[in-house]
T-cell receptor, first 117, second 120 residues
């Protein structure tokens, strides 16, 4: 079964600093991986996705993630944090359950990003 | 171009009452997923429905919970005899493509803003 683990439930950075949110996956098949962002009292918004094309994936709002098979990782980065990036971020993998429900996602626990001036 | 609409946004129920959560998918989407987010946890899959069919309910609790997606109208997640442990945010997501279509990976789920259920 596929799963994801997000290291660090809270990450705090200064405005303008590098953002690094960690995600490791476990999958017996090539994974399809996603990063979502959730602002307070809102639904999830897709930031970017990896679907076995380029290993470096660029998303919205200046975020990117690199798929590293050797490390089973899909860490999310942004060179320079902005105050508006403060939110909760979820890594997710598509769960392949015996050929059905490809659209079923398994989410990590989430990482709350705080950006301070 | 309305997104996924969920209502109500907030729902308060006393223990033992019923909760009904509604989800209208994006226009043209006929595949609906329900997820639950317990406090300080990630989202957990509950059920996947197509119009008039439950495709995968492996994440649904065995008792008190049911879901439907009728031919006409929104999808409904129904919780009977609510308990305090049901307090959570419930998110609906929709997709235009069936879950078994691998090209759906390139257009994954569109989420609503959720219904926050509080059981007192």
């Amino acid at each position: 079964a596929q799963s994801v683990t997000q290291l660090g439930s809270h990450v705090s950075v200064s405005e303008g600093a590098l953002v690094l949110l960690r995600c490791n996956y476990s999958s017996s098949v090539p994974p399809y991986l996603f990063w979502y962002v959730q602002y307070p009292n809102k639904g999830l918004q897709l930031l970017l996705k990896y679907t076995s094309a380029a290993t470096l994936v660029k998303g919205i709002n200046g975020f990117e993630a690199e798929f590293k098979k050797s490390e089973t990782s899909f860490h999310l980065t942004k060179p320079s944090a902005h105050m508006s990036d403060a939110a909760e971020y979820f890594c997710a993998v598509i769960t392949n359950a015996g050929g059905t429900s490809y659209g079923k996602l398994t989410f990590g626990q989430g990482t709350i990003l705080t950006v301070h001036p | 171009n309305a997104g996924v609409m969920q209502n109500p946004r907030h729902l308060v129920r006393r223990r033992g009452q019923e909760a009904r959560l509604r989800c209208s998918p994006m226009k043209g989407h006929s595949h609906v997923y329900w997820y639950r987010q317990l406090p300080e946890e990630g989202l957990k899959f509950m059920v996947y429905l197509q119009k008039e069919n439950i495709i995968d309910e492996s994440g649904m609790p065995k008792e008190r919970f049911s879901a439907e997606f009728p031919k006409e109208g929104p999808s409904i997640l129904r919780i009977q005899q609510v308990v305090r442990g049901d307090s959570a945010a419930y998110f609906c997501a929709s997709s235009a493509l069936p879950a078994t279509d691998t090209s759906s990976y390139n257009s994954p789920l569109h989420f609503g803003n959720g219904t926050r259920l509080t059981v007192t």
